[in-house]
């Protein structure tokens, strides 16, 4: 594959119930494509996570794809509040989601922390009031 392909998923902040769309579509596409098990079920991992904080903090957002011969990138943006404490937020544990969310089995402060582990290399660009970009890398060649 020498072209890089590219697929855009626009993440509902509506509902828990569409969360996740944008994962399960990714893991069909990499499945197709014929990348390894354990690189696909960390990229679901990964994007499954953003997709929740999306919901919970921002309303929604964009999920863009970008797959190439060695590399897929993943980039999470919303215009959400922003995160005001990114040390802070990267500990397991700690989170800001209403009581109501957590209730419901949400925002238990596993977000960020998984989505770095679940990724070769994770680049959170944030700013209070403006909203988060999140890109998740996977290097192919390093994994399989």
Do not use: C
Request: aromatic letters at 6%; zero cysteines.
């Amino acid at each position: 594959m020498s072209e890089t392909l590219h697929y855009h998923f626009d993440v509902d902040g509506a509902s828990f119930a569409n969360a996740g769309r944008a994962s399960v579509e990714t893991k069909k596409l990499l499945r197709q494509l014929g990348v390894a098990p354990n690189i696909i079920r960390s990229i679901s991992v990964a994007m499954y996570e953003g997709e929740i904080n999306m919901v919970i903090h921002a309303h929604g957002g964009d999920a863009d794809v970008y797959i190439t011969e060695d590399t897929i990138i993943i980039i999470l943006k919303d215009e959400g509040p922003g995160i005001r404490n990114v040390e802070e937020a990267m500990k397991e544990g700690f989170s800001t989601a209403p009581e109501n969310i957590r209730a419901l089995g949400f925002g238990a402060g596993m977000g960020l922390p998984n989505m770095k582990r679940y990724s070769d290399e994770m680049h959170i660009d944030t700013k209070v009031g403006v909203g988060t970009t999140i890109e998740l890398w996977y290097h192919l060649n390093k994994q399989q």
